[in-house]
């Protein structure tokens, strides 16, 4: 018998609080009910434009490390203009 990982579902993305650089970039992250950190690194950038269907999506994703070493994706929804962390 071969054992499988469980699937386990993403944690539901929470709107945050994010002051971005000229680049628009973040600089600053505010979870809620937390104090807001510093951006150290971002590390990585993509965006996605979907329309799934007649549902459209048009984010900018981020992977960013903050400066207590927290590492998080964030998305910026471009229809909404809400930010948003997901968490695994």
């Known amino acids: 018998m071969t054992h499988r990982p469980k699937l386990r579902p993403l944690a539901r993305p929470k709107v945050v609080t994010v002051r971005t650089d000229e680049r628009g970039d973040p600089v600053f992250v505010r979870l809620p009910g937390k104090p807001a950190r510093r951006v150290a690194v971002v590390r990585e950038r993509w965006r996605i434009d979907d329309e799934w269907w ?29 930010w948003y962390a997901q968490r695994g």
């Open 54 to 82: 007649r549902h459209a999506i048009s984010r900018d994703y981020r992977t960013i490390v903050l400066d207590d070493g927290t590492v998080m994706t964030l998305y910026h929804d471009l229809l909404e203009g809400l």
